[in-house]
């Protein structure tokens, strides 16, 4: 009687063993290839940060400061997979500040080898009126698509001076100073946002630079 339950015990330990090496698959290794198209494509976004003060005017001609404060951090080997490749993350924060009634734009240009994170570009809003107001939006440098709902993402040729730019429109905006649409311009930064009254403000200053060019 003992003879069966052995076999018993040793097929199920049989069968246990050949289920657990099924499942020890490897993950796809990185492709190195395209992680670098990706991160050429995150860079070229990159704005001039030696200047850090800029003049924006309203439609009314009504000018004021905005100041730029930035930091980058990078990591080499953030990423490894089962190959022996390695890849490194990416990340240059961007905080542009108005003087008047202030508003806070932060733009966030990140990569990753990790799929889960990928190349993408956060745009962020903040203000006090009475209570916080912050808005977010993030565009995948892959698929060209906004990662965010209640949010219109899409890139644009904004002008025969700067070119190309992301076009970020809020959408369901609560307040009318509320911020409506952001351009980010490619190389240049902020350069352009739309209240929810339909009040544009410009960066003159980065079209001056612009025009030296």
């Given at each position: ?6 076999l ?129 939006a993030?565009y ?53 946002f ?20």
């Amino acid at each position: 009687m003992k003879k069966p339950i052995t076999l018993t015990i040793r097929a199920l330990a049989l069968i246990g063993f050949i289920f657990t090496i099924s499942n020890c698959k490897k993950d796809p290794c990185l492709d190195l290839i395209k992680l670098e198209s990706l991160r050429q494509e995150m860079v070229s976004w990159y704005p001039d940060t030696t200047q850090t003060r800029f003049i924006i005017v309203d439609r009314n001609g009504i000018s004021q400061s905005m100041t730029l404060s930035f930091y980058y951090y990078q990591t080499e080997n953030s990423v490894e997979d089962d190959c022996g490749n390695k890849y490194g993350s990416y990340d240059l924060t961007l905080n542009y500040r108005t003087s008047v009634s202030p508003l806070n734009f932060t733009i966030n240009i990140r990569g990753s080898g990790n799929p889960a994170d990928g190349f993408y570009i956060s745009t962020n809003y903040y203000k006090y009126i009475g209570n916080w107001v912050s808005r977010t939006a993030d565009y995948d440098l892959e698929t060209e698509q906004s990662r965010t709902s209640n949010v219109e993402i899409k890139r644009i040729m904004y002008d025969n001076l700067y070119g190309d730019a992301l076009e970020v429109v809020f959408k369901n905006t609560m307040y009318p100073t509320d911020i409506e649409k952001i351009y980010f311009a490619q190389h240049y930064g902020l350069i352009s946002f739309t209240d929810k009254q339909g009040n544009t403000f410009v960066s003159t200053s980065t079209i001056s630079r612009k025009e030296k060019e």
